[in-house]
């Protein structure tokens, strides 16, 4: 079984938070920390994991916030 995933990503007018396969960002906003914090109140609610892309989409961080996982794991 596949787990549920959030994505903080680039957009051109800013950063948006967007479900895995989704087409539409779930949400759009000016700053990757607003885009953060907005991701993971919506990942915590559906307990999915909340997957954190840089610049250059190169993938930053990982939030587990489904049950029986770490809660975090960061990437260089």
Do not use: Y
């Not at 990942?43 to 250059?56: F, N, V, W």
């Amino acid at each position: 079984m596949s787990r549920k995933q959030h994505h903080v990503v680039p957009s051109n007018d800013g950063w948006s938070v967007k479900k895995a396969g989704a087409t539409r960002a779930s949400v759009n906003t000016n700053t990757k920390a607003e885009a953060v914090r907005i991701g993971h109140v919506i990942s915590q609610r559906q307990g999915s994991d909340l997957i954190i892309h840089g610049k250059t989409g190169r993938i930053q961080c990982v939030d587990r916030h489904g049950s029986g996982s770490p809660s975090t794991k960061r990437t260089k």
